[in-house]
Nanobody, 122 residues
């Protein structure tokens, strides 16, 4: 069974930082691409950052705006997202997705974690 488990969400004040982690196991382990998306209730998921686990190349969505950094662990089945200089507009449910290619379109991913909430207060 493919599984992704996220951790690291929480509440911070404007300007703060958080690090999110996603661990892949089962059928999700070894995925070519792992990525972070975020969603606010009523809106569609939007891409935050992706990483090609084969070569480590990162890809960033516009929301990252130079503030976020994605990285992978040495086993390539763990991906972290460093969130810096957070604002209330970054408040959302952040979810990890995995797939055979890196796409910015969330609908193309079939394996998802349960998500971790990030709340930024002013």
């Amino acid at each position: 069974q493919a599984q992704l488990v996220e951790s690291g969400g929480g509440s911070v004040q404007t300007g703060g930082s958080l690090t999110l982690s996603c661990a892949a196991s089962g059928g999700a382990a070894g995925s070519v691409c792992m990525g972070w998306f975020r969603q606010v209730a009523g809106d569609e998921r939007e891409a935050v950052a992706l990483i090609n686990t084969r070569g480590g190349s990162p890809y960033y969505g516009t929301v990252a705006a130079g503030r976020f950094r994605i990285s992978q662990g040495s086993d390539k089945n763990t991906v972290s997202l460093q969130l810096n200089n957070l604002t209330p507009e970054d408040s959302a449910m952040y979810s990890c997705g995995a797939g055979p290619r890196c796409w910015f379109e969330a609908r193309k991913y079939t394996v998802w974690g349960q998500g971790t909430q990030v709340t930024v207060s002013s």
